[in-house]
């Protein structure tokens, strides 16, 4: 396991002791970004939650280096995993600034006083993700677009290894996608952060992935990289595009096509 940074082991999930997926194997090193992909419903939210520790295996194992995800303690795992998911976070009367800054909460004790270090690591980050000019507004009413990159500064405050997000960009315009992901590939390149992620948007995930898991069924489809991925054929019957030799949506099999043809 020394060469991999994520490893899950025969890892099952489900939920209520009824397996939606079984038989999982991942490896993936230290600052690679893991692309989880496949039709709504098949599963994509629940692995995460699961490799992030917030929905209990049923079977297997996942370790960050050689320690077992589902062994650690809450404060361990938050210094070293941070989760962003798609739920609506409650900050009333909270700026943008102090959203980030709870970011912090694994190194300032029981009363969250920030010291001069947290403070600086807080602005550090407000600038990476650009949203320093808007660190003084109220945050229930900046657009989606800022709300998404701040709760990404937020995550990224904890100084994780690694970061596990859950459709980050399904509500951004193509900008703000764009910019999001060239954060992330940012943080990747220079400080070595471990991204798995799922995204609806395959063109993207071909862009920015080191690997691909392809979920579809009780079981994993397929798992390696974009070009061993994106095949048209592979990818039609994924999505379901082809059903007895029929084309059900011509569109989003010439979308496929596209991204197939994508150096």
């Given at each position: 396991?020394?060469?991999?940074?994520l490893t899950a082991k025969k890892m099952c999930v489900g939920y209520e002791g009824q397996s939606l997926i079984r038989d999982m194997d991942i490896a993936l090193a230290k600052g690679e970004i893991l692309t989880l992909i496949g039709p709504n419903g098949a599963g994509k939210s629940t692995v995460l939650k699961s490799i992030a520790g917030q929905l209990g295996l049923l079977g297997g194992v996942v370790y960050l280096g050689e320690a077992s995800v589902s062994e650690m303690k809450r404060k361990e795992l938050a210094e070293k995993m941070s989760v962003l998911f798609t739920q609506k976070v409650r900050a009333e009367m909270k700026s943008c600034r102090d959203v980030v800054a709870t970011g912090r909460?694994?190194?300032t004790g029981w009363f969250g006083v920030l010291s001069q270090e947290?403070?600086?690591?807080?602005d550090e980050v407000m600038e990476l993700?650009?949203?320093?000019?808007?660190?003084?507004?109220?945050?229930q009413k900046i657009s989606d677009g800022q709300k998404q990159r701040v709760m990404l500064a937020r995550a990224l405050c904890q100084e994780p290894e690694i970061i596990v997000l859950d459709e980050p960009t399904s509500?951004?315009?193509?900008?703000?996608?764009l910019e999001f992901l060239s954060i992330l590939k940012e943080m990747r390149e220079e400080r070595?952060?471990?991204?798995?992620?799922?995204?609806?948007?395959?063109?993207?995930?071909?862009?920015?992935?080191?690997?691909?898991?392809?979920?579809?069924?009780e079981y994993i489809e397929r798992y390696g990289t974009p070009?061993?991925?994106?095949e048209v054929d592979f990818i039609g019957r994924l999505y379901g595009l082809k059903e007895g030799g029929v084309v059900r949506d011509e569109k989003?099999?010439?979308?496929?096509r596209w991204i197939s043809e994508m150096p």
């Open positions: 396991m020394e060469q991999y940074y909460y694994p190194y947290d403070n600086r690591i807080v993700t650009r949203i320093t000019d808007i660190g003084g507004r109220d945050f509500f951004l315009d193509i900008r703000y996608k070595g952060l471990t991204v798995v992620m799922s995204l609806h948007e395959l063109e993207l995930a071909k862009i920015i992935s080191d690997k691909i898991l392809c979920l579809k069924g070009q061993e991925i994106f989003f099999l010439a979308y496929v």
